[in-house]
């Protein structure tokens, strides 16, 4: 993965709040990061798959959900970029709400479990 293709996709707030859940917490269902975002499905999935198309993360269906995660192998410069982010958005309220949100989310019944 090249520098700037990495940074074209940084460049974005749901994509950078997006990979910092993954990160956190990942792999994660669609309806988690929803949820923990509050943003429409709609918005997360596209934004997910631009971060796919890029190579920045990897999915896997699990009946009719989708789970993301960030690569298992990320190049050194993707890598580098992410242990920065990670130190960028410990202390970023919006950043700290969305891991809030999401283990709260986490904590109750599964919306992606089956039923």
């Known amino acids: 993965m ?5 940074y ?3 460049r974005d707030t749901t994509r950078l709040r997006l990979l910092n859940l993954l990160q956190h917490a990942g792999p994660l269902c669609v309806c ?12 997360i999935s596209k934004h997910l798959g631009y971060l796919k198309r890029h190579g920045l ?9 989708m789970h ?6 990320p190049s050194a410069p993707l890598a580098r970029n ?3 982010l990670q130190e960028c958005t410990a202390s970023e309220p919006e950043f700290l709400r969305d891991l809030r949100r999401l283990k709260k989310g986490q904590d ?5 479990l089956p039923h």
């Open 57 to 65: 993360v990897e999915s896997r269906r699990d009946g009719h959900w």
């Open 32 to 43: 988690h990061l929803q949820s923990a975002l509050q943003e429409p499905q709609v918005k």
């Open 82 to 84: 992410l242990v920065c």
């Open 8 to 10: 074209e996709c940084l």
């Open 68 to 73: 993301y995660r960030i690569v298992k192998r």
């Open 2 to 6: 090249q520098l700037p293709s990495i």
């Open 108 to 112: 109750c019944a599964s919306s992606c």
